[in-house]
C-alpha cells in the first residue's frame, strides 16, 4: 500500500550538486514526517536529514548540515533532497523513508568520485 520510490542518483564530481527525490503513494504524504538516509556497505545506515509534515525546521546530520537541504511538496506528494558541495564521503545508497511504521524506498546510488 505505502510506496516511496527515489530517484535522482548519479555519479558526480566532488563540489558537484545533486538533486533526490522521493515519490510517495499510499498514504496522506502531508501528515508525515519525512526522512533521507544513507547507507554505504560495510557501514550503518545514516539519517541525513527529516522534515515534518508542514511547519517547523528540517533536522540535519551534522556530516551535511550547511550543504543538504531538504524539502518536499505535499501537493505532489514529493520529497527531496538538494544536495551541493558533494564529498566523496557522501557516497552512499540514499533512502526515502516514512519514519512512522518504518517505510523504505528502494534507494538511488549517489556516487561523488573524481
Known amino acids: 500500500q505505502v510506496q516511496l520510490v527515489e530517484s535522482g542518483g548519479g555519479l558526480v564530481q566532488p563540489g558537484g550538486s545533486l538533486r533526490l527525490s522521493c515519490t510517495a503513494s499510499?498514504?496522506?504524504?502531508?501528515?508525515?514526517?519525512m526522512s533521507w538516509y544513507r547507507q554505504t556497505p560495510g557501514k550503518e545506515r545514516e539519517l541525513v536529514a527529516s522534515?515534518?509534515?508542514?511547519?517547523?525546521?528540517?533536522n540535519y546530520a551534522d556530516s551535511v548540515k550547511g550543504r543538504f537541504t531538504i524539502s518536499r511538496d505535499n501537493s505532489k506528494n514529493t520529497l527531496y533532497l538538494q544536495m551541493n558541495s558533494l564529498k566523496p564521503e557522501d557516497t552512499a545508497v540514499y533512502y526515502c523513508?516514512?519514519?512512522?511504521?518504518?517505510?523504505w524506498g528502494q534507494g538511488t546510488q549517489v556516487t561523488v568520485s573524481s
Open positions: 522534515i515534518p509534515p508542514l511547519y517547523g525546521s528540517a
Open positions: 523513508c516514512r519514519p512512522y511504521n518504518s517505510h
Open positions: 499510499g498514504f496522506i504524504f502531508s501528515h508525515y514526517v
